[in-house]
């Protein structure tokens, strides 16, 4: 009697090679189909069978064109065809904006990748399907989010403006009569009367303070930056003729290397390195306080460094201080609004750069920020040639 004869077993590495090939189809998180010339569906994965709700039994009475919407039915098949005539690799998310259609006739966005494979049988097609619908959708929600934010943004920004512009004209007459009182009615008051009324005056210059800070900061949000060429060396010159009497009053040092020019908005890049000076000398306690500042060059960047040698900031607070209203002593300790470095950081952000701090109490403070010259060298080197 003769043998059956199987096909397998006279190449039993083939038939496993392509046992392994079908492991690793069905084993695909995406969906994929084999398609022929014809465009019919000679092979699928569980992944497309889930995706597109058809039974496997199914599959075999489709062509391609079957998923896709009724609509785009002709256009697709031609495209199909032109394909076929010049097949090349496709990435997935390359081409036209897709939908699928599942078995019950409900169409979604996939992405699709398109390999071309050569085959004993001829040219076939690999396809692979990816469901976008959720991405789609929380792109949708983040677009509506981010809106929603701007939008929440903006209005804040205009009721910081508006809201302090109000509170300013109750805030002067209330320290314009305080001031009446003071020199009408002093000599006729008790010393805890006018007490009161220093308390008052005091009580409307803070807040006075505190109003004008909050328009900087509101003003910094809504305004434009005039971008232009800005000197830092005349700058920080500028900024020490400025407060040179704070300098005399506390006998101190400020000085700077030479600081390189750079682009960006000159009225904020100056109020950026006035904060900072400032801050390093008002909290000081040295006999001779001390501000310096130099620059470094990075790779993409200008590094900048103002050091002072003051009262120095606990590590807990170095990344709180930068935040608004974010004080860490009391008036009667060191006076101002807690918007200072909050000014300062959004001036940084705004010009593309960050801004930290490396301090230790007691030892002084070192405030780095950084600031992009890839756009300065540009300008520069237009006017060199």
């Not at 398609?35 to 391609?64: H, P, T």
């Not at 900087?216 to 060396?233: F, G, V, W």
């Not at 952000?349 to 007691?362: L, T, Y």
Request: charged content about 25%; aromatic content about 8%; hydrophobic content about 35%.
């Amino acid at each position: 009697m003769q043998a059956n004869h199987n096909p397998s077993e006279e190449h039993p590495l083939e038939s496993q090679a392509e046992e392994y090939i079908q492991y690793t189809f069905d084993a695909s998180p995406i969906g994929m189909i084999l398609v022929n010339s014809e465009q019919k569906i000679v092979m699928n994965n569980q992944s497309f069978r889930s995706m597109f709700g058809y039974a496997d039994a199914e599959i075999s009475k489709l062509v391609i064109n079957d998923l896709v919407p009724v609509g785009i039915r002709p256009d697709h098949s031609n495209y199909f065809e032109q394909y076929m005539r010049q097949p090349v690799a496709r990435a997935m998310g390359e081409g036209r904006f897709l939908q699928g259609v599942k078995s019950n006739g409900n169409s979604f966005p996939v992405e699709v990748a398109l390999t071309p494979i050569e085959t004993s049988s001829g040219l076939h097609i690999l396809v692979s399907i990816v469901d976008i619908s959720e991405r789609i959708h929380f792109e949708e929600v983040l677009t509506k989010t981010n809106q929603a934010l701007k939008e929440s943004n903006e209005e804040l920004k205009q009721f910081a403006y508006v809201a302090s512009h109000d509170l300013q004209t109750p805030l002067r007459s209330i320290s314009g009569f305080a001031h009446f009182l003071k020199e009408d009615y002093g000599n006729l008051l008790d010393d805890k009367a006018n007490e009161y009324i220093e308390r008052i005056i005091t009580s409307c210059e803070r807040q006075r303070v505190l109003i004008n800070d909050l328009l900087t900061y509101s003003r910094l949000e809504n305004r434009k930056s005039s971008i232009q060429k800005s000197d830092l060396n005349q700058l920080f010159d500028e900024v020490k003729k400025s407060i040179s009497l704070t300098i005399e009053e506390k006998k101190a040092q400020v000085f700077r290397e030479e600081l390189p020019v750079v682009e960006g908005d000159s009225s904020q890049l100056y109020q950026l390195l006035q904060n900072l000076i400032e801050n390093g000398l008002k909290y000081n306690q040295q006999p001779q306080p001390i501000v310096s500042m130099t620059a470094t060059r990075e790779k993409e960047n200008w590094l900048f460094t103002i050091t002072d040698n003051g009262i120095g900031i606990s590590l807990e607070y170095h990344n709180r201080i930068f935040e608004i209203f974010r004080r860490l002593h009391t008036q009667e300790e060191y006076s101002g609004s807690g918007i200072g470095l909050a000014i300062c950081r959004k001036i940084v952000q705004r010009h593309h750069g960050k801004i930290w701090v490396e301090s230790i109490p007691g030892e002084g403070s070192k405030f780095h920020f950084t600031l992009p010259f890839s756009q300065t060298n540009k300008l520069l080197n237009q006017e060199a040639s």
